[in-house]
């Protein structure tokens, strides 16, 4: 991950990182073989400067953790899901434009 600003969620700490987050939270479950996925890190990369303060960002590896993604049905890579007091407000699957994203984002402000 390039940006400090980008989390690293996993199934130890999504809970506590995720679901207990005083702040809405964005997170994108991808795989590291994953091209649609590698392409989308630069544009979340900018998302976490641009909200920082205001949202929380991170991401799951698929691979690594296996949990989190089974509970909230991630069957596609990347997906994108916005958490806001530990609900789940909205999701994007694939790579989205950067405007779709900024767009899922406000929702959760």
Do not use: H
């Not at 939270?25 to 641009?50: G, H, M, Q, R, S």
């Not at 991170?58 to 991630?74: A, C, I, L, R, W």
């Amino acid at each position: 991950m390039a940006s400090d600003k980008v989390l690293e969620f996993t199934d130890a700490n999504f809970d506590t990182e995720v679901l207990k987050a005083t702040e809405p939270v964005l997170v994108d479950f991808w795989a590291t073989w994953c091209a649609p996925c590698k392409a989308l890190t630069p544009v979340i990369d900018e998302l976490a400067t641009e909200f920082d303060g205001k949202v929380k960002i991170g991401k799951v590896n698929v691979d690594e953790n296996p949990e989190t993604p089974g509970k909230y049905g991630v069957r596609g890579i990347p997906t994108l899901v916005l958490f806001k007091g530990g609900k789940v407000v909205d999701q994007l699957v694939g790579a989205v434009p950067k405007s779709q994203l900024q767009d899922l984002l406000k929702k959760g402000l």
